[in-house]
């Protein structure tokens, strides 16, 4: 059995990596309608493209790109598609991608090796708490991914904490899938019903859509409160529709791994150019491997940093540190730069904080005005916006306001019809 390219020198990752991406350039050159044109309008020779630091020569691809031009990164004849994905819509109107079969191995090859990195193995049993309808990627990857490694996975779906039980209880999987924040109601859940959580079949959980883990890899307040209550192993990952690859951290926790044969990563800096390694900046991808519609130089909007140090795994490959947020999102509160993690963070530590939203507009002094409502856990003695204001000025120096709302008024703007994510955040500025 060949030996995995994550595991091999820093330098044969490289050469591996630059081989791949000339293969992506002929390919986009051939078949893409979009990059054709790219490489006409900006004079591009893509034989001039022969190292990995050359990509600063090409223009990056945005998401505005992909929602006015949509059809012309189709590669191939609509024939050859057989799935249809759209993003979550998360930086403005969801975006249409079109999936090969060769796309679908692809993803199954992305997750079967992320589930491996996260020590699952074939025989183990996952208990999936996301839709899998939709059009929904993530979703469909994690069953392909599951199916190509040999371990079971039981689709329930996301929310509704008593069909969860119930079904961890009927099958005993080894591990949960879900977003992170959702932990702490089936916690809740389970010690309202005298549910014995600690010892039940489940001794992995990992977590999508919700970061885990601070910049230096502890844990975050809604990663320790989950360990604090029951004590299993936490795996986070990072991931995205449009570069239909995810980043997964190992046993270690120190940074989610690139699969080098399924993604370029730059981190670009406010110049537009690359940041030294450890540093932060947005994440730029380039797709491999893709047939359907392969992205060049996209411009996630997420702000992290790369780490390169050998993992303790053994892995060469680089690392992506936990997101510190989307750059669209950035908040100025009060001479502060922050962004909404942050703010979750502070209201996921809460025991009487039931649900919330952060709400973002514009002040009539130019700067920016955070609301944040919230739904309590029942009544409460003491003043919760107080209370609530002195945690976030001790964790964030600045607190934003604060309004209390009928949880299940909240529930109804976390969970519109249309959505497959919890809506936690509202951008009500003019940019």
Known sequence: MAEDIEFKSVEAIKEFQEQKLHEALAYLAANSPYYQ???????????????????????????????????????????????????????????????????LQRLALNEK??????GLKPGD?????????????????????????????IRVGNGVPELQWDTIQRIKPDAIMCVPSFILRLIQYAEDHEIDYRSSSVKKIIG?????????????????????????????????????????????????????????????????LPVPDGEEGEIVVTTLGVEGMPLLRFRTGDIAAKRVEQCKCGRNSYRLTPLVGRKNNM???KGTTLYPPAINDVLDNADFVSNYVVC??????????VIVKIGLEGEQSFDVV???????????R??????????????????????????????????
Request: proline letters at 4%.
């Open 208 to 272: 999508i859509g919700e970061g885990l883990r601070n910049q230096d890899f502890s844990l975050n307040l809604l990663g320790s409160k989950i360990k604090e209550k029951w004590d299993v192993e936490l795996y986070a990952t990072y991931s995205s529709t449009e570069m239909g690859a995810t980043f997964p951290e190992c046993g270690y926790g120190m940074g989610g791994h690139v699969h080098p044969e399924l993604i370029i990563v730059e981190i670009i800096g406010e110049d537009n």
């Open 386 to 396: 107080k209370e609530l204001k002195d945690r976030f000025r001790s964790r964030l």
């Open 37 to 103: 044109r790219m490489f006409s309008r900006c004079g591009i020779d893509i034989n001039k493209i022969r190292h990995i630091e050359d990509l600063v020569k090409i223009p990056f691809t945005e998401k505005k790109d992909l929602q006015i031009f949509n059809e012309d990164f189709l590669c191939v004849p609509k024939e050859k598609v057989i799935d249809y994905i759209t993003t979550s819509g998360t930086l403005g109107d969801p975006v249409t991608f079109c999936c090969t079969e060769k796309d």
């Open 360 to 369: 973002v507009q514009d002040s009539e002094a130019g700067t920016d005005d």
């Open 113 to 118: 090796k992320s589930f491996e990195c996260a």
């Open 125 to 153: 049993v996952l208990q999936l708490m996301t839709t899998i309808d939709k059009r929904f990627m993530a979703g469909l990857a994690y069953f392909l991914g599951i199916r190509e490694l040999g371990a079971g996975i």
């Open 331 to 333: 908040i100025k509160l």
């Open 398 to 431: 600045v607190a934003p306001k604060v309004e209390i709302l009928p949880k299940e008024e909240i529930q109804r703007i976390n969970y519109p019809a249309k959505s497959r994510k919890p809506v936690k955040f509202i951008d009500y500025r003019k940019r």
